[in-house]
């Protein structure tokens, strides 16, 4: 099988591996083989990129490539660019999750009846789950983590 592709379908492809690569990396280095084998994705998609890799000369991108004991990576200047795509998503999953978690917290230990038979019923969050959570929104917004503590109860 022959897949013909442009050459920005070709530079898409390798943001996409960089992007997959870090992801699988992080897991397959830090979670335990347990439903998921991280770490043989992780090794598969390491292959993938280097096949991937090995036709850069075809489409005129050697340039941006180096070579280490025979086998290609992305110079660091051009891995660099897919990173700060991750850095981007991780900043915007920490907030997200840190808001999202926070307000069910609060929403769960605060729930009315009403609202407790609204979740059966509808298996949707309440408008004042959103209401929280638009509070610790504009709480991070305004003052990042600075106001934020852990306290004994």
Do not use: C
């Not at 897949?3 to 699988?24: A, P, R």
């Not at 991280?38 to 292959?47: C, P």
């Amino acid at each position: 099988m022959k897949i013909n592709i442009s050459k920005k379908q070709y530079n898409t492809l390798i943001m996409m591996s960089q992007l997959s690569g870090w992801v699988l990396g992080i897991l397959g280095d830090s979670l335990p083989d347990e439903q998921i084998d991280y770490k043989k994705l992780s090794n598969e998609q390491n292959d993938l990129e280097k096949y991937i890799l090995s036709f850069a000369k075809e489409f005129n991108q050697e340039n941006r490539l180096e070579s280490y004991e025979d086998e290609l990576f992305l110079k660091e200047e051009e891995a660099e660019k897919y990173h700060e795509i991750i850095f981007d998503y991780e900043e915007y999953v920490f907030w997200s999750e840190l808001e999202n978690r926070l307000a069910k917290r609060d929403f769960y230990r605060t729930i009315t009846k009403e609202e407790k038979k609204e979740l059966e019923k509808n298996f949707w969050l309440p408008k004042r789950f959103f209401e929280i959570e638009q509070e610790y929104r504009d709480e991070f917004e305004e003052n990042d983590i600075e106001r934020l503590e852990i306290k004994e109860v």
